[in-house]
């Protein structure tokens, strides 16, 4: 899992998040990649078999080390093209219009409810879950959250 992640804070700090809130969050973004449709690769697809995934969660998202010396993520974001409950599948990086190396920008969105913390916290969470076992090249940009009661 290759993600980033970002603390959620209001604009106006007098007002905050509400500790154990209920929000709807409509997350949009873009990934802008130069992977072709129809390739194949070590583990699979490196575009359709890399997906791209969104969320939000009431801890902060880490990859924390297991006792076997393994890393898994703190969160439940389910493995490779399965939704979690704290992350949902939106589709995969391949490019949708051509088959050259140049980079699109390829859109994704979704809307989902999220609790905030005890203490008003909450964190969104994007990026990919791959079973390709090998290079991914990618930029995320127009990265827009809305957030409601």
Do not use: C
């Amino acid at each position: 899992m290759v993600y980033i992640q970002r603390k959620i804070k209001t604009v106006d700090r007098k007002y905050g998040l509400k500790p154990n809130t209920t929000y709807k969050l409509n997350i949009a973004f873009d990934i802008a990649t130069n992977v072709p449709g129809g390739m194949m690769g070590v583990g699979g697809s490196p575009g359709a078999s890399v997906y791209v995934k969104a969320g939000a969660t009431n801890v902060e998202p880490k990859a924390e080390k297991t006792e076997d010396g393994y890393y898994r993520m703190n969160i439940h974001k389910a493995n490779q093209g399965e939704s979690g409950k704290d992350m949902v599948v939106l589709g995969n990086i391949e490019k949708i219009d051509f088959q050259d190396k140049s980079f699109e920008y390829k859109h994704f969105e979704t809307i989902f409810q999220a609790k905030t913390n005890d203490k008003g916290e909450g964190w969104i969470i994007i990026g990919t879950d791959s079973g390709f076992e090998s290079l991914s090249e990618l930029y995320y940009t127009n990265i827009k959250l809305t957030l409601t009661k």
